[in-house]
């Protein structure tokens, strides 16, 4: 009468800080951070486990969490890509059951203060999600995904809302001139297809943070709507190998404070922020030909 | 050279409070609150707002807002997947352009003091997702899930964890007597094929949620992956109107703490509670024949 | 030139687990639980510590942690008062140049499910500070102050608020009806002079609780400041032990939707939550006689 | 047999966004941001609200919120100190009952990305909170906190913790070479004895900011205390006008992972970051003569 559908099982949020004390390649004398949040996700054949409890198949939890560190020693972390699909690749090879690997991992980026002295900077978080599926990927071409989330950005000026939609619910008036105020959550997916060896993801990354905050801060806005799309538009046009973007923009609404009952004048100079409700804003940009495979409604 | 993607939008997060002060079919005398929040997310042809700006398809997430509070008053909020119903359908019937509605709530339970007085009660909060699809539903039957999250259980015996799979880097002992802690988040979907206003979804919340507590409580678990089985399978048998049923159950661990330096033995009485990293063990339980609609990996 | 003022250390929120498996006192034949935060705070003759690096006084924080345990397995937790005290009087007798200890415990409730299972209820948090000052306790009494916070309350009637002071930039109308809604966090002083020794602390707590409750409940409100009063008073003359209780209620607003745009009347039934900003109002209220020691502006 | 102890009320997280529009002073032709959190309490003579609900002397917590605004639309917000001793100085002279008035601003950073664009940048929070007390501040001088929180530093170098006391509960084992991480939480009190006419808080801000962590980064520490007393002697000693710094310093604790299981060796280059217990270091660094005034254990 019941059956096991779609399953996943892994360690979460795996806290690791990788030192390098060598800092051999680099000019620099001091140490260089990796300060990191692993997840793993497995899948495969599991349902004896589910079913009957018979853990024969089940790699533990645990034993994921000692491969991220051992790992971590044993080769380093390079860029987090590479460390994802490192670990991807591993955990789909060394297990009959598992078909199929995902790891996520968060960086927070720490600024230098001295050989051995560090500050945390930035408040963005940059992510990546390698999913390794046997089945999936004929070629054996993992999914490598790279994104960022919490960067916070504010226009002043150069945003308006008009022209919209008006039916018994809306009161909403409209302006040529609001700020636009949002937390870039990004995922972006490297096409394979030209072969990802060649790809710096470390360079990608930096670019393609770049490319959205220009994009936010240079298009003149209508709709949070058409600045996402601006956004992913010069993220697809500025990297061959992005086939994919998908954004989630929350809009971050500043209300312009009434100031009349004071009988003073609010020249655009004060508002309110607002946590609740907010608007979200959710949409992928496809490079022509390529299929969406970030999810999203269809 | 590109095209848009998926996309939605939408007012997330509205917090409604909901005053019943008639309770006319109620013997109480008393008020009865509702304690919502609410998001809405739309999709359908929306591609000119993204690409110039044009938002005369747009109804505006202020709008939304408004229409919940509106609809709050005008036909009061009875259970949260009725008020979701509404509001999904009113959407998709309104506005030409949108053909996707997503209505998704969590209610905040309170238990009542006095008559007008109240405590929040209970932490786990209660959620539903409506999904109105013009396309996909072409019987005109909205998508309902219902669900709840941060149900937070234990058990302080009758849990095993042995017979693993051992690598290089597993270390973990093998137990026959461990804590087993979870918070609960799952999400189950009605069957609608059968008609869905014979549901009484408040009925039907309270069921799901006793067995999903009872199922836990009385599994002997060799995995909570096993537990998670069981209490999928619980819900599925004791409400023939549920087709499907996801469960994302965090390991939350409790460690033994060794008290061997200090000469003293650990009689499985003194555990530590660890934030990070934790297992995370998610799976979908789906009636013979259901399709799995939920997500998850495939 | 510069000078060492008042400092102290310690161990931060040990997540404790204590399983009573025996249950001997009881008729269950099931387990019990503790869930506990502790965090210990230690003060006294430190200064070398800090100006010269010489730690041969200090009590390593991991000890401290590592005597929680300890104790916890020896002694069990009875109340959550009781087990602060044992830990504070231990800090202070065994080390010599530790002259004050601090002990701050938070306690989670949860609710039996069967013999070995539970689950999270209640969604305050049970709180104790214990302080023992050898210097100030002449008497060796310690402070034992207990409490609760994330109480959240919600009178749906009964509560006005008008007569208030208007300046110009008073812009608030007057209301004889609205939403009264808090998040209670109290800590009470108990007065050691008639012994503590006979106080059970679980009982007085519960008393506490439920004397805030009636109190919130009962009072026809004209400002939160009053309810705060009432409900403090409530406390003192319902429990002679204690001499002071300081309560800090933040005032979450729900504000009533205008719905006039809608050409709809909202007769007190459709109200938005509001996150910030909130009033904030504390206060302390003392038996005659005793003083403020809780703290607080003078 | 009941009496009112301290009280204060008032509007906590006013979250002010103030757009400078002409930038008349300065060489950018571009907008500037004031992005701020402001809390007001208000303390006198409030008997009258608690004890019978008279509100006569009651500024509601509403006029003080758009009291903020009104204030940002007047003034301008030039350093939050300033902004608050404006508020703090108002609220204190326009209300006969209100004899203290406490300012607190929490301030978040901004980096500019064109003459309209900006991006949230620095974790860090500038924080200052002015009280304005006319019984205690006889010659009319306010107090002045400054500081900052959230600001997370690491040294991967440099840090020792050995020759502490043991008792039956130590196991920590010594080290020469340790992880230190902290998230810097303080608070320096300005001395207005000379005038804070003077003060330039923002150039003020930036120089105690940079003593913190170059006094963090270039101290060899033996402990976190020793490296708290360094940060804030070093910061008493560069700013002549700081009569008083607070500092508390969670000790984030980096743990060595043990590789051996794996026959592999940590030559300190693999870490992982724990949450939970942390240790906490508070400390108050003194100019000499100078009273501790900023709270803290006696």
Redesign the interface.
């Known amino acids: ?21 060598s800092s051999l390649n680099h000019s620099s004398a001091g ?1 260089e ?1 990796r ?1 990191l ?1 692993v ?1 793993v ?1 497995l ?1 495969g054949e ?1 349902t004896a ?19 991220v ?2 790992f ?3 080769h380093g972390v390079a860029e987090i890509e590479d460390f994802a699909l490192l670990l991807a690749e591993h955990f789909v090879a ?2 009959e ?1 598992i078909s ?1 690997a ?1 790891v996520s991992i968060e960086e927070y980026a ?1 600024e230098r ?11 963005e978080v940059r992510t990546t999600t390698v999913i390794y ?1 046997t ?2 990927h004929d070629t054996g071409e993992p999914l490598v995904v790279s994104g960022l989330k919490d ?8 945003s308006e ?12 008036a409209e302006t040529t001139d609001r ?1 636009l105020a949002t937390a870039v959550n990004a995922q972006w997916r490297h096409d394979q297809q030209d072969g990802s060896a060649q790809v710096s993801w470390g360079e990608s990354y930096a670019t393609a943070r770049d490319l959205l ?2 994009a ?3 298009t003149r ?6 600045t ?2 601006a956004m ?2 010069r993220v ?2 500025g990297l061959p190998d992005i086939a ?1 973007i ?1 954004l989630s923009l ?2 971050k609404h ?1 209300f312009e ?1 009434d ?1 009349s ?2 009988g ?1 004048e ?23 030909g390529a299929e ?1 495979e970030l ?4």
């Open positions: 009468m019941v059956t096991l559908g779609p399953n996943q099982y892994g360690k979460a949020e795996v806290r690791l800080l990788r030192v390098n004390r140490h951070l300060d949040s997840s996700a899948s599991l486990s589910h079913l009957t409890g018979d853990n024969s198949a089940v790699l533990t939890t645990d034993a994921q969490k000692n491969t560190f051992a971590a020693a044993e060394s297990q059951a199929v995902r720490w203060l001295g050989d051995h002295s560090f500050a945390r900077s930035a408040r599926d089945a999936r960067l916070i950005l504010l226009n002043s000026a150069g809302f008009w022209g919209f939609a008006k039916d018994r619910y809306t009161t909403l700020i905050m220009s936010f801060a240079q806005s209508y709709s949070l709507q058409q996402l799309y992913g538009t697809i046009e994919e998908r929350p809009n500043h404070v100031l009952p004071f003073m609010n020249k655009g100079e004060v508002f309110y922020a607002s946590d609740r409700p907010y608007g979200l804003i959710e949409g992928t940009v496809l490079r022509d969406a999810g999203g409604p269809a």
